[in-house]
């Protein structure tokens, strides 16, 4: 299995853009998280989805942020307009299973470097 | 809400030492997880707990999950350059919902060869 894909790996946008993150899941995982990580905050968890579902928005901390997850294999997190607190590292992670125990470990993609100049 | 403290922020160590980081919290948690995130990757699972008191090894690797439910440590035995890294400690209470992964702020490892 390739892993958790995300893409792009980087992007350089400038105040007021948009910008779509995205992310291709472990096919048969069924949970799909975005984190956002920064130095001052460490991994938050922005929204997590389960059978395509949103689960929980709770840690989305504006408007300008949205996440879908049209299907299975793919999510997007699209943040209209950005702005420079958005610069940050974006993990997509998915696992397997409804919160039991050995269904919880996550598997993480190689993140999304945004910078908002 | 819940939180994690882990410890200590950094370490600066000498290559062959061991090592050891440890995560607590005012609360119970059911999972104990522990990651590693090299520079510019996403965190990868080293070892997971799930019961009180549970011993694992992986490797030089080795993590107990606390008997009081409400911490976690982590030892690297002989620690090599690779180990090099950011290491992540993680816990679940299954009474929230999956997304309530609380994750530690990191211990930030350096190795001098």
């Known amino acids: 299995d390739a892993g958790v894909i995300q893409s792009p790996r980087h992007e350089v946008t400038e105040m007021g853009q948009e910008v779509t993150l995205r992310c291709k899941p472990i096919?048969?995982?069924?949970?799909l998280f975005w984190y956002r990580q920064t130095m001052m905050r460490g991994l938050e968890l922005l929204i997590y989805?389960?059978?395509?579902?949103?689960i929980d928005d709770s840690g989305m901390p504006e408007d300008r942020f949205s996440a879908k997850m049209p299907n299975a294999s793919f999510s997007t997190l699209k943040i209209q307009p950005s702005e420079p607190r958005d610069s940050a590292v974006y993990f997509c992670?998915?696992?397997w299973g409804q919160g039991r125990s050995g269904a919880n470990v996550l598997t993480f993609g190689a993140g999304s470097r945004l910078t908002v100049l | 809400g819940q939180q994690l403290n882990q410890s200590p922020q950094s370490m600066f160590i000498q290559e062959g030492e061991d090592v050891s980081m440890n995560c607590t919290s005012s609360?119970?948690?059911?999972?104990w997880l522990w990651y590693k995130q090299d520079p510019g990757e996403g965190p990868v699972l080293l070892i997971a707990?799930?019961?009180?008191?549970e011993l694992t090894s992986n490797g030089r690797l080795t993590a107990q999950f606390g008997i009081t439910r409400k911490d976690s440590f982590l030892n690297i035995s002989a620690s090599i350059p690779s180990d090099v890294g950011i290491y992540f400690c993680?816990?679940?209470?299954?009474?929230?919902?999956?997304?309530?992964?609380?994750f530690g702020k990191g211990t930030k490892l350096s190795v001098k060869p």
């Open positions: 992670a998915s696992s």
């Open positions: 609360s119970i948690f059911n999972t």
């Open positions: 707990l799930y019961k009180a008191g």
């Open positions: 993680a816990g679940l209470n299954y009474g929230g919902s999956q997304g309530n992964l609380i």
């Open positions: 096919s048969g995982h069924n949970s």
């Open positions: 989805f389960n059978n395509n579902v949103p």
